[in-house]
């Protein structure tokens, strides 16, 4: 039953990664700057968030990977643009359609029929702050 549901899943292009409220998250300029401490799925590793609103032009996933650091990419696949989800282990993304394309965590394509890499942002954090530089 769960295989049923999962494939259904993919066909609808539904991610298992759940959006952030925006009141959690600014966009100024070229940057966004998430305030992490009220944030459940981020204070655990392979904990994920997608921002998706203000002023973004593109979408952007937010993992917290198993070394503490942080790995944000543009939330669309090149294939047909479906949104992302973490693997376990936080070393890959795999496209939440059917087809199933999977990226590294520098964003290159690994298998699937995705065009190509998707764009890994620069992030720091500071003061129970992530940065991220959309530039
Ligand atoms: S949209 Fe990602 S593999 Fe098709």
């Known amino acids: 039953?769960?295989?049923?549901?999962?494939?259904?899943k993919a066909f609808a292009g539904i991610c298992k990664?759940?959006?952030?409220?925006?009141?959690?998250?600014?966009?100024?300029?070229?940057?966004?700057?998430?305030?992490?401490?009220?944030?459940?799925?981020?204070?655990?590793?392979?904990?994920?968030?997608?921002?998706?609103?203000?002023t973004l032009s593109v979408p952007v996933l937010v993992v917290r990977r198993p070394d503490n650091s942080y790995l944000c990419v543009e939330n669309r696949c090149t294939h047909?643009?479906?949104?992302?989800?973490?693997?376990?282990g936080g070393k890959t993304l795999r496209c939440c359609s059917v087809s199933h394309s999977i990226f590294d965590?520098?964003?290159?394509?690994?298998?699937?029929?995705?065009k190509g890499p998707v764009k890994v942002y620069p992030s720091r954090e500071i003061d129970g702050k992530l940065v991220i530089d959309l530039t």
């Open 1 to 8: 039953m769960s295989r049923i549901l999962d494939l259904l």
């Open 80 to 88: 047909m643009g479906r949104k992302l989800d973490p693997e376990p």
């Open 17 to 54: 990664t759940q959006p952030l409220d925006q009141s959690f998250w600014k966009v100024r300029g070229s940057e966004i700057t998430i305030d992490l401490e009220d944030i459940p799925e981020l204070q655990k590793k392979d904990g994920a968030v997608y921002l998706k609103g203000q």
């Open 105 to 114: 965590d520098r964003g290159n394509k690994l298998t699937g029929p995705a």
